[in-house]
């Protein structure tokens, strides 16, 4: 099949919404990432889902509405910190799991009885779930395993002949996935991955957030963790990735002693004046970091880099899911460069 670019006017997002009625797939312009739309209602809609990015089937996927109406028939209970935390983000970058109902068939939740809901803030994504009239699954629009598009061209790249239509709504802003959480309990969040919702921010209008020790750490395929997303490999280019800690000047000693074909680092924008090895640079703040990550491995492929060097974020803030997408980037390969004494 063609994978045709719909632009989101609306005659674009009649199509889009029919596809999608009919139980096709279509990529879907959202503020965190590009997903894989298709009716979380239609077990065969979300099979060719999985189908399209080669994805387990064990591997839940969100579930995006446009009102909370929409969220009473997605879920069975709605616990207790959900209303004042959707108040304060949604419509934005937070998914929250919770016990699903039954309208939402196992296929979507990955075998789960729980299930993750998101209200987008893009504008195309909410007229598109209004437009089609039923809840959307939807994960990241890129193939399992490698970074997730954040341009229509990039879904364009990994989908094509794939799916039949994406809206191209432009760039993310965010660029990064939405704040998984779960609820241990009516005071407890637990944050399952870290995105543009903080834990900090959190905090403002919950009294506990705890964050999941597995996001730090490699998951085996066979352990049992409290979202299956931790134990698959995750935003890979296909150049090899290394974590670089250190200071800008022990970077710049260390890549010295790298250089050869296909050898790049990715480094902030503040450090690329002094640097003279191949580079590109991920933006200075965390918040531009987020933005641009995705986008800078996919092009780092796409020059041919063999491997790549990143140097390390910050980790606080919206620098910690900076940081937890690129350690799985490298698959965990992390140099900490200690000066000499
Ligand atoms: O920003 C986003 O969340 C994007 C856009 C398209 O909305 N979607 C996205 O979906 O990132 P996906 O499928 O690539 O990542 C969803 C993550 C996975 O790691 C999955 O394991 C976890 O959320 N997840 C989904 N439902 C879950 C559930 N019921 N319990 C535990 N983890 C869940
Ligand atoms: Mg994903």
Same mark, same amino acid.
């Given at each position: 099949?063609?994978?045709?670019?719909?632009?989101?006017?609306?005659?674009?997002?009649?199509?889009?919404?029919?596809?999608?009625? =009919?139980?096709?797939?279509?990529?879907?312009?959202?503020?965190?990432?590009?997903?894989?739309?298709?009716?979380?209602?239609?077990?065969?809609?979300?099979?060719?889902?999985?189908?399209?990015?080669?994805?387990?089937?064990?591997?839940?996927?969100?579930?995006?509405?446009?009102?909370?109406?929409?969220?009473?028939?997605?879920?069975?209970?709605?616990?207790?910190?959900?209303?004042?935390?959707?108040?304060?983000?949604?419509?934005?970058?937070?998914?929250?799991?919770?016990?699903?109902?039954?309208?939402?068939?196992?296929?979507?939740?990955?075998?789960?009885?729980?299930?993750?809901?998101?209200? +987008?803030?893009?504008?195309?994504?909410?007229?598109?779930?209004?437009?089609?009239?039923?809840?959307?699954?939807?994960?990241?629009?890129?193939?399992?395993?490698? +970074?997730? +598009?954040?341009?229509?061209?990039?879904?364009?790249?990994?989908?094509?002949? /794939?799916?039949?239509?994406?809206?191209?709504?432009?760039?993310?802003?965010?660029?990064?996935?939405?704040?998984?959480?779960?609820?241990?309990?009516?005071?407890?969040? /637990?944050?399952?991955?870290?995105?543009?919702?903080?834990?900090?921010?959190?905090?403002?209008?919950?009294?506990?957030?705890?964050?999941?020790?597995?996001?730090?750490?490699?998951?085996?395929?066979?352990?049992?963790?409290?979202?299956?997303?931790?134990?698959?490999?995750?935003?890979?280019?296909?150049?090899?990735?290394?974590?670089?800690?250190?200071?800008?000047?022990?970077?710049?000693?260390?890549?010295?002693?790298?250089?050869?074909?296909?050898?790049?680092?990715?480094?902030?924008?503040?450090?690329?004046?002094?640097?003279?090895?191949?580079?590109?640079?991920?933006?200075?703040?965390?918040? =531009?970091?987020? /933005?641009?990550?995705?986008?800078?491995?996919?092009?780092?492929?796409?020059?041919?880099?063999?491997?790549?060097?990143? /140097?390390?974020?910050?980790?606080?803030?919206?620098?910690?899911?900076?940081?937890?997408?690129?350690?799985?980037?490298?698959?965990?390969?992390?140099?900490?460069?200690? +000066?000499?004494?």
């Amino acid at each position: 099949m063609e994978t045709e670019l719909l632009t989101p006017d609306e005659a674009g997002l009649q199509k889009a919404a029919e596809l999608i009625r =009919e139980g096709q797939v279509v990529g879907m312009p959202t503020e965190t990432v590009y997903g894989l739309a298709a009716d979380a209602t239609n077990r065969d809609a979300v099979a060719k889902v999985f189908v399209a990015k080669g994805r387990p089937m064990d591997n839940p996927l969100i579930v995006h509405i446009s009102s909370m109406e929409e969220l009473e028939q997605a879920v069975s209970r709605v616990p207790e910190l959900v209303a004042s935390l959707a108040d304060a983000f949604w419509p934005g970058p937070l998914t929250m799991i919770m016990p699903k109902s039954e309208r939402i068939p196992m296929e979507t939740s990955g075998g789960l009885d729980t299930v993750g809901v998101r209200m +987008p803030s893009h504008p195309v994504a909410q007229a598109l779930i209004r437009t089609a009239g039923v809840p959307i699954a939807a994960p990241s629009a890129n193939r399992s395993g490698y +970074p997730s +598009p954040t341009t229509a061209q990039h879904v364009l790249a990994d989908m094509q002949g /794939r799916i039949p239509a994406i809206l191209d709504g432009g760039a993310c802003s965010c660029g990064l996935e939405s704040t998984v959480v779960t609820f241990d309990d009516d005071r407890t969040v /637990r944050i399952l991955r870290p995105g543009f919702v903080t834990k900090e921010m959190l905090l403002e209008h919950v009294p506990n957030v705890v964050i999941d020790p597995a996001i730090f750490r490699q998951v085996s395929a066979s352990e049992k963790v409290a979202s299956p997303g931790m134990k698959y490999k995750h935003y890979a280019p296909n150049a090899a990735v290394t974590l670089v800690e250190g200071s800008p000047e022990l970077f710049r000693q260390f890549l010295a002693l790298q250089q050869a074909d296909g050898v790049y680092a990715l480094i902030f924008d503040g450090d690329a004046e002094q640097f003279p090895y191949p580079h590109m640079t991920y933006g200075g703040t965390s918040i =531009e970091q987020g /933005r641009q990550l995705f986008a800078r491995l996919r092009e780092l492929d796409q020059i041919g880099a063999k491997t790549v060097y990143v /140097r390390m974020p910050q980790k606080d803030g919206v620098g910690l899911a900076v940081y937890n997408r690129l350690i799985r980037a490298a698959g965990f390969d992390i140099v900490h460069l200690a +000066p000499r004494i």
